[in-house]
């Protein structure tokens, strides 16, 4: 079925994308009891019928394999999509802060420029493509001044890999410093109606500097999505087995 979205330019990017878009952490199976590819697929594909152009990855979300994932669904069809996919936590380096493990690899939080131009690389050819629309800084890395993050991802830019730059989990120093140093274009942070920490002091800094806002888990892991009900049993290493939220006692 065939359906539209309504459209908002990321930052002054001129890339514009549907206002809704698809996240693929789950579709990585890790943190979420495993995945099923097919199904994946069928969804990513059944997003873009829809008239949603905004897929969202990450080379994190199973260490590659929802950006795998996505390259196969968006085979044949990337021009209809708006890819936005991430860099900083990485296992090919273990220069940066340590910050947990995945299938018994170390991932840091790195966004270093000879870093970064790895990532970019290993994301284009996960995601099948020759570019990357919106590429976003997953965590910040203090071990990094921002101002050589923010000189690589212009380079990127300006080399054609990528066409829009985001900066994703900040806190209020950090947004002000990639605001000061321009050509930030979005930001990616939890918002939903259970989570709205960052209206008191991100949304004003964003708002006045046309930079935009994705949120992510939006549905509050599925809490808000009204499919999911007390009865229902999480199994494997899914995250909301032992979170409250999901718990009736």
């Not at 459209?7 to 206002?19: F, K, L, T």
């Not at 989570?195 to 004003?204: F, K, S």
Request: glycine share 10%; with cysteine.
């Amino acid at each position: 079925m065939n359906g539209q979205q309504i459209m908002r330019e990321i930052g002054r990017s001129g890339v514009a994308a549907s206002a809704v878009g698809l996240g693929t952490w789950a579709i990585g199976g890790w943190m979420w009891g495993g995945t099923d590819e097919r199904e994946s697929v069928a969804a990513i594909q059944a997003s873009l019928d829809a008239g949603v152009t905004l897929i969202d990855t990450a080379p994190a979300y199973g260490l590659g394999r929802a950006e795998e994932i996505v390259g196969k669904a968006l085979s044949g069809r990337r021009d209809k999509a708006v890819i936005a996919t991430k860099c900083g936590l990485v296992w090919h380096t273990q220069q940066g802060n340590h910050f947990f493990d995945q299938d018994r690899r170390p991932v840091h939080r790195h966004l270093g420029r000879e870093s970064i131009f790895h990532e970019v690389e290993q994301s284009l050819r996960r995601l099948g493509t020759d570019y990357i629309d919106l590429y976003i800084t997953h965590w910040q890395d203090p071990t990094t001044p921002i101002e050589e993050t923010m000189r690589a991802l212009e380079d990127l830019r300006a080399a054609g890999k990528i066409r829009a730059i985001g900066a994703s989990n900040v806190n209020l120093e950090e947004l002000q410093i990639y605001v000061q140093i321009g050509g930030l274009d979005a930001i990616q942070e939890r918002f939903s109606m259970l989570d709205r920490e960052i209206e008191a002091q991100l949304l004003p800094v964003t708002m006045a500097n046309g930079v935009a806002t994705l949120s992510y888990s939006s549905l509050a892991l599925g809490l808000l999505s009204g499919s999911i009900g007390p009865e229902r049993v999480f199994s494997g290493d899914d995250q909301r087995r032992n979170n409250p939220r999901f718990s009736v006692a």
